[in-house]
């Protein structure tokens, strides 16, 4: 018998995508968890009902996620990624040579073990990297109480239900803003502004409440089916964002990595809005 799996995330319509051959599905201590096939988009990985990756497209979002920052900020030597236990950002970060120590808390030890049996080819080695920390932890509490300090933070969560709720909080956002260097970045993913534009909206009016500079990028990711994805940046020196695209340029030469989809232009492109998102900003 085919069989399809919905996408419940939107409240007044449904996604589903074939699933060609279930790999493992169950629930987790934190929530349900399901990899299958796709012949479209190859290995997918589901948490509660919602697309998390499909090693098809997940180039889009993990290059974003990890290259804006850290290029931006040019001088990154320690990185923090909340979440991401597929190690897709993970792998990304680790491409900069630069980067001396990477972090990652993870509050589900079940997504690490499971992506790295069931969808190797995103992390790529990624957490057997001499400089890679794996922390099983509530990441509010890691930014709470770490005596550790960070050059980028890149939060790599689920949609704000369930247990990633509370990293859309004011509580997680302060916690970030203690740990983060000078200069320092933060980039959250923050869904669809289309469909959910209270997510986007609430986080940056704690954003600007928090942060010294505060912004919007996006990026286009098939499987997030409903328009452009955004993500928001903090940071606490607005020079950061301001960094001039030869200077780009530069650092993506020098870094020797090679992309599918980021680019110096991509970058700079990525914060020029859609006015009914610039208008998420000042609602």
Known sequence: MT???????????????????????????HQHLVIFENATFGRVMMLDGVVQLTDRDEFIYHEMMAHAPILA???????????????????EVLQHRGVERAVLCEIDRAVVDLSLEHLP?????????????????DGVKFVAETEERFDCIIVDSTEPVGPAAVLFTRAFFEGCRRCLNRPGVLVTQNGLPFLHPDHLR??????????????TYLCDQPTYFGG????????????????????????????????????????????????????????
């Open 121 to 137: 080819t995103i992390s790529r080695g990624a957490f057997d990297d001499p400089r890679v920390e794996l922390v099983i932890a």
């Open 73 to 91: 900020h040019g001088a990154a030597r320690r990185v923090l990624i909340i979440g991401g236990g597929d190690g897709g950002v993970l792998r």
């Open 202 to 215: 609430g986080t940056m009016r704690l954003f600007c409440e928090l942060f010294e500079d505060t912004a």
């Open 228 to 283: 452009p994805f955004a993500l928001a940046w903090a940071a606490n020196e607005p020079s950061l964002r301001k960094v001039r695209l030869a200077a780009l340029k530069e650092r993506f030469a020098q870094s020797g990595i090679e992309t599918n989809y980021y680019s110096p232009r991509v970058h700079k492109a990525a914060f020029q809005l859609p006015v009914y998102v610039q208008r998420l900003m000042t609602g």
């Open 3 to 29: 069989r399809w799996i919905d996408e419940t995330l939107h409240p007044h319509f449904r996604c589903s995508l074939k699933a060609d051959r279930v790999l493992y599905e169950n629930k987790t201590e």
